[in-house]
């Protein structure tokens, strides 16, 4: 079973590797929306996957990270792409969250990134890239 906790934040980027006069290469901001999930068994005494105020308490530190910031100046988010931003989410929320499936960003009410925790490594263009 898989259970899903969203949060919202609303923060300013640009993105420095797209192709000149892009639109995304100038300052612009968006409300994201991020969807954490956790998948597991259904414990039979609690009724539930795992708390909800888990995931909170796990991403509250990062949500005052993004929130209302400029996601440049975030250290790991000098490319601030949708899929960066889950990656990066991610990283560091699966070393304390146990069971973590999945994170999804909306950057917009049609465009979203779901990220599932595939191995990956830093190219040198700041983006995520398959590991060999």
């Given at each position: ?7 919202s ?28 999930g ?5 414990d ?73 925790g ?15």
């Amino acid at each position: 079973m898989e259970i899903f906790k969203e949060f919202s934040f609303e923060a300013a980027h640009h993105l420095p590797n797209v192709p000149p006069g892009h639109k995304c290469g100038r300052l612009h901001g968006h409300s994201f929306r991020v969807e954490i999930g956790v998948s597991g068994p259904m414990d039979q005494h609690s009724g539930w996957v795992t708390d909800f105020a888990t995931i909170q308490t796990a991403f509250e530190p990062l949500l005052k990270e993004l929130d209302h910031n400029y996601l440049n100046d975030v250290e790991g988010l000098e490319n601030p792409t949708s899929e960066n931003i889950a990656i990066w989410i991610w990283n560091r929320l699966a070393p304390t969250l146990d069971d973590l499936s999945s994170i999804t960003v909306h950057e917009t009410c049609k465009c979203s990134c779901r990220y599932r925790g595939e191995p990956l490594q830093r190219a040198s263009s700041g983006n995520a890239t398959m590991a060999p």
